[in-house]
């Protein structure tokens, strides 16, 4: 038997294979996010915007490319995680002073 309590959360991230179906593969592109929220979900809107041929008013056309419904919960992870990646990416890939 191990001496871990079996109600403790493991200090190590869980390990997860995640599958991408071949006709998502290619992913999409967004150039915009909208985000609303409700006291139990939050909901991204991510869309592609022409911003080349703006409308007579001069506004611009979207189109929504995907809807995404998150937990608070999962919100939260989800901001770590841009963080992190941010943070790794910005140290890669961008002048010091522009991070």
């Given at each position: ?47 592609r ?43 890669r ?7």
């Open positions: 038997m191990s001496d871990a309590e079996p109600d403790q959360p493991s200090s190590a991230p869980p390990n997860f294979q995640i599958a991408v179906p071949d006709d998502q593969a290619g992913g999409v592109w967004a150039n915009f996010a909208a985000v609303s929220h409700s006291p139990y979900e939050f909901t991204i809107d991510f869309a915007m022409d911003y080349a041929h703006p409308r007579e008013d001069g506004s611009h056309q979207g189109t929504v490319v995907a809807r995404v419904n998150l937990s608070p919960l999962m919100v939260t992870q989800l901001l770590e995680a841009l963080n992190s990646n941010w943070q790794g990416y910005a140290a890939s961008m002048p010091p002073e522009a991070h």
